[in-house]
């Protein structure tokens, strides 16, 4: 079945320091790639997606680029700032499905 | 601008008692969903509502699940005796349509609901 895989956390940062966030992928056929992000207190905001192979999704200097090679869809962002502190869930949904497959999310936090 | 919101933001019970979860989606939207994550694990997805029934729902979604759009604003969830293995984050999310343009699912807070 389908499954996401997120590098566990939390990653700890401090400001302007570059940030990756790993994510890989199992699925049948061309699924559509999803970054979501939960800040303290609120729900999941969609942060990107990408729905094809070698598509850049980006938003709010965030970057990740859907490779099916390597079935991933890593996170990335040149500077961070501490009010990029929060959780984020890489997701999938497979062609012509409706209901992502979360990852566990991972836990950022930018120190100042 | 408009969002999901939950309540309550944390839900302390016993276990056996009945619990229900509160969520007020976005007012235009007519899909709605509530998924689940136990500290530490996946986002799960437990079921999906659309004009007044179930449209889909998965193997985490038992007999003692129900959900509810009782008025034209609240949609519930519904514990009837919970367990331990209950306890988790608790999302509602809504969306205007299921598929193609307009699906994105706008997801609330969450309650944490914790079983003792």
């Known amino acids: 079945g389908n499954s996401v895989t997120q590098m566990e956390g939390p990653v700890t940062l401090s400001e302007e320091a570059f940030l990756t966030i790993n994510c890989t992928y199992t699925?049948?056929?061309?699924?559509?790639l999803f970054w979501y992000v939960q800040y303290p207190g609120e729900g999941l905001q969609l942060l990107l997606k990408?729905?094809?192979?070698?598509d850049k999704g980006s938003n709010k200097g965030f970057e990740a680029t859907y490779r099916k090679e390597t079935t991933s869809f890593h996170l990335e962002k040149g500077s961070v700032q501490v009010s990029d502190s929060a959780v984020y869930f890489c997701?999938?949904?497979?062609?012509?499905?409706?209901?992502?497959?979360f990852g566990r999310g991972t836990s950022l936090i930018v120190h100042p | 601008e408009p969002e999901v919101t939950q309540t309550p933001s944390h839900q302390v019970t016993q276990m056996g008692q009945e619990v229900i979860l509160r969520c007020v989606p976005i007012?235009?939207?007519?899909?709605f969903y509530w998924y689940r994550q136990i500290l530490g694990q996946k986002v799960e997805f437990l079921v999906s509502f659309y004009n007044n029934e179930i449209s889909e729902k998965s193997e985490i979604f038992d007999d003692q699940f129900s959900v509810e759009r009782p008025d034209g604003s609240n949609f519930t969830l519904k514990i009837r005796s919970t367990k331990l293995e209950d306890s988790a984050m608790y999302f509602c999310a809504s969306s205007a349509r299921r598929e193609g343009p307009y699906n994105e699912q706008f997801f609330g807070p969450g309650t944490r609901l914790t079983v003792l």
């Open positions: 990408a729905t094809k192979a070698d």
């Open positions: 699925a049948t056929g061309y699924p559509s």
């Open positions: 997701a999938l949904k497979k062609v012509f499905g409706y209901i992502p497959t």
């Open positions: 007012s235009n939207h007519l899909y």
